[in-house]
């Protein structure tokens, strides 16, 4: 067990709705990052937020949107869904800037229908 | 470029055997490399992490090396198990202002059988 606690788990959805994802950090995290892995690829990275502070941003589509809360939890929301959005999305989190350890939650399972 | 590059793509071996994975980078500058188990579906989990000074860093049956001069690493898997059956994910960190990125390798994917 990393710490990391996404929710949730499994996800069905249709084209066009919008879902949102849930990560709660380890305890003393200040860094969140969100990962995207889709079929048989590796993870991309999306966006990285440090003490509630947006600070690094990857391939993060304009219909997906991420945000920190004051309690360090954050959340992944992805609207407009295309099939294409059918991934698994990761969270991660350290205690420091990125050069520590990261430590990965197991994942949130969404799929587009 | 910033990229690191991962050899082979996908490994087969039989159980009880070694072997070795590679990892070679372009990132700069340099802040440490890592090396990551994925089990299919799960979540990546830290085998180990090195920085510039590190030639070599153990886990179990996991030695990882680093040179750093020529920008390669590579990870020895000893007496493989069943379930070393994964994919092997190299990253490097890029220092980047007080912020530091992380590169990722598109990872071998490993098969382990009996």
């Known amino acids: 067990d990393s710490g990391v606690t996404q929710t949730p788990k499994h996800l069905i959805t249709a084209t066009g709705q919008r879902v949102t994802l849930r990560c709660s950090p380890r305890?003393?995290?200040?860094?969140v990052y969100w990962y995207q892995q889709s079929l048989d690829q590796g993870l991309q990275f999306l966006i990285q937020y440090y003490n509630g502070e947006e600070r690094a941003k990857g391939n993060i589509l304009e219909r997906f949107s991420a945000q920190q809360f004051p309690d360090l939890h954050s959340e992944l929301n992805l609207s407009s869904l295309e099939l294409g959005d059918s991934a698994l999305y990761f969270c991660a989190s350290s205690v420091d800037r990125g050069v520590g350890e990261l430590f990965f939650g197991e994942g949130s399972r969404l799929t587009v229908l | 470029k910033n990229q690191v590059e991962q050899s082979p793509q996908s490994l087969i071996i039989l159980e009880g055997k070694n072997c070795t994975l590679q990892c070679n980078y372009t990132v700069s500058p340099f802040s440490n490399l890592r090396w990551y188990k994925q089990d299919t579906g799960r979540g990546p989990v830290s085998l180990t992490i090195m920085t510039f000074s590190e030639n070599t860093k153990s886990n179990g049956r996991y030695t990882a090396t680093l040179d750093a001069d020529t920008k390669q690493s590579s990870l020895h898997i000893t007496a493989s198990q069943l379930s070393d059956s994964a994919s092997y994910i190299c990253?490097?960190?890029?220092?980047?202002?007080?912020?530091?990125?992380?590169?990722f390798g598109a990872g071998t994917r490993l098969a382990v059988h009996p």
């Open positions: 305890s003393g995290d200040l860094s």
């Open positions: 990253v490097v960190t890029r220092q980047s202002g007080g912020y530091n990125k992380l590169i």
